[in-house]
């Protein structure tokens, strides 16, 4: 995998924040937050080859939106996905929650093009609406799949909340699958980072893949639930109060366990 400089996924990570900052301070279902940041994030991954879809649903009295982005090439019936949610709660701009996840797996996205990679497996991202007033996005995603296409849906890594500031412990999800899990705590562990396992109750948009029957986990940069960063949910989760390192470390990660999951050669560059 590619070694990525934390100043890549920062850089999506200042555009959310003036995202928020245009749009009343919030990127929420229902705001104009949100539409703006899927049309940021859909214009960086066309840019550079992505095949992306812009889902609509409705929920609450407003319409909101799914993005998902595919990277042609792979074994289209054994694709990896990998998501986050891209809303923010309405008291804030939701920069750690989850700008960072947004940002992270969208660098990795990037990197995914600028390598030209050639997976074994196909490669599918995903960015949620309306993960905030109940995981709404990425349970209409998986309930609209036709029972042919979930099938081809082999993992699902989730990433919400990865650039909490001091975290001590990653949390790794041990309410999904043990395997996926294993590996995330592997790439973790080589580097002498420590982890602990984190049964968060599906509280986030690995819960749909799980009930599904997809394998399916994720990481956050929080150890216990009890114990949540300071700005969590508040109009102070901005841009200043997250730690670049942990974010530069999230996509680090997500690149390395992608990458090894992939099952991609050598990177081929034409
Ligand atoms: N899904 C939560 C959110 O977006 C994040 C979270 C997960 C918080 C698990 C606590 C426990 O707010
Ligand atoms: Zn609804
Ligand atoms: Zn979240
Ligand atoms: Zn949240």
């Given at each position: 995998?590619?070694?990525?400089?934390?100043?890549?996924?920062?850089?999506?990570?200042?555009?959310?924040?003036?995202?928020?900052?245009?749009?009343?301070?919030?990127?929420?279902?229902?705001?104009?937050?949100?539409?703006?940041?899927?049309?940021?994030?859909?214009?960086?991954?066309?840019?550079?080859?992505?095949?992306?879809?812009?889902?609509?649903?409705?929920?609450?009295?407003?319409?909101?939106?799914?993005?998902?982005?595919d990277w042609?090439g792979g074994d289209e019936n054994n694709i990896l996905m990998?998501?986050?949610?891209?809303?923010?709660?309405?008291?804030?701009?939701?920069?750690?929650?989850?700008?960072?996840?947004?940002?992270?797996?969208?660098?990795?996205?990037?990197?995914?093009?600028?390598?030209?990679?050639?997976p074994t497996r196909h490669l599918r991202?995903?960015?949620?609406?309306?993960?905030?007033?109940?995981?709404?996005?990425?349970?209409?995603?998986?309930?609209?799949?036709?029972?042919?296409e979930k099938s081809k849906i082999k993992s699902y890594?989730?990433?919400?909340?990865?650039?909490?500031?001091?975290?001590?412990?990653?949390?790794?999800?041990?309410?999904?699958?043990?395997?996926?899990?294993?590996?995330?705590?592997?790439?973790?562990?080589?580097?002498?980072?420590?982890?602990?396992?984190?049964?968060?109750?599906?509280?986030?948009?690995?819960?749909?893949?799980?009930?599904?029957?997809i394998a399916?986990?994720?990481?956050?940069?929080?150890?216990?639930?009890?114990?949540?960063?300071?700005?969590?949910?508040?109009?102070?989760?901005?841009?200043?109060?997250?730690?670049?390192?942990?974010?530069?470390?999230?996509?680090?990660?997500?690149?390395?366990?992608?990458?090894?999951l992939s099952g991609a050669?050598?990177?081929?560059?034409?």
């Amino acid at each position: 995998p590619p070694t990525i400089p934390t100043s890549a996924p920062l850089v999506h990570i200042g555009d959310l924040q003036k995202i928020a900052d245009a749009n009343g301070g919030t990127r929420a279902h229902g705001r104009p937050g949100h539409k703006a940041s899927v049309e940021a994030v859909k214009a960086k991954l066309d840019a550079v080859g992505f095949k992306t879809q812009v889902v609509p649903f409705n929920h609450a009295g407003a319409q909101g939106w799914n993005l998902i982005a595919d990277w042609t090439g792979g074994d289209e019936n054994n694709i990896l996905m990998v998501g986050a949610h891209i809303d923010s709660v309405t008291a804030g701009p939701g920069l750690n929650d989850n700008g960072s996840g947004t940002s992270a797996i969208l660098e990795v996205a990037l990197q995914v093009a600028k390598a030209n990679l050639k997976p074994t497996r196909h490669l599918r991202f995903a960015w949620w609406g309306a993960e905030e007033i109940g995981l709404i996005g990425s349970s209409a995603y998986v309930r609209a799949l036709p029972a042919a296409e979930k099938s081809k849906i082999k993992s699902y890594l989730n990433f919400d909340m990865v650039a909490t500031k001091k975290v001590k412990k990653w949390g790794v999800y041990s309410d999904g699958d043990k395997a996926l899990a294993a590996e995330i705590k592997a790439w973790y562990d080589a580097r002498n980072v420590p982890t602990v396992p984190l049964d968060i109750n599906g509280r986030s948009d690995h819960a749909a893949f799980t009930r599904a029957g997809i394998a399916a986990s994720g990481v956050i940069s929080e150890d216990s639930l009890s114990n949540l960063d300071p700005c969590y949910h508040k109009a102070c989760d901005t841009q200043t109060s997250l730690s670049p390192d942990a974010l530069g470390l999230a996509t680090n990660m997500i690149a390395g366990v992608m990458w090894k999951l992939s099952g991609a050669k050598v990177a081929a560059r034409s």
